[in-house]
């Protein structure tokens, strides 16, 4: 199996930014395709940003143009870039890998507040 670890969540006023990291155990993670969701208090999970093997992007539409999603296939870690935060991007962000079967992070929390 796979192991996801997530970091870089924490607090920031609207108007900030976070940048989120997710360090992969595989020793394949080139072929992967990668993901960040996010979930926030009484919302269902919503995918924020993917990026395919070959570096490929898609993003959810409130976060396009705010949110970049990359990876480093050197150091098996998927990163997200989070710029002007606005309080309905706090959520517990997952970081999601998936070729054959998907695997998940344990989540960071990302608080966007006063």
Known sequence: QVQLVESGGGQVQPGGSLRLSCAASTTIFN???MAW????????RE????I?????????DSVKGRFT????????TVYLQMNNLQPDDTAVYYCNAKLLYEYWGQGTQVTVSS
């Open 31 to 33: 072929i992967y395709h």
């Open 37 to 44: 969701y996010r979930q926030a208090p009484g919302k269902q």
């Open 47 to 50: 995918m924020v940003a993917r």
């Open 52 to 60: 395919s093997s070959s570096g490929s992007t898609n993003y959810e």
């Open 69 to 76: 999603i990359s990876r480093d296939n050197t150091k098996n």
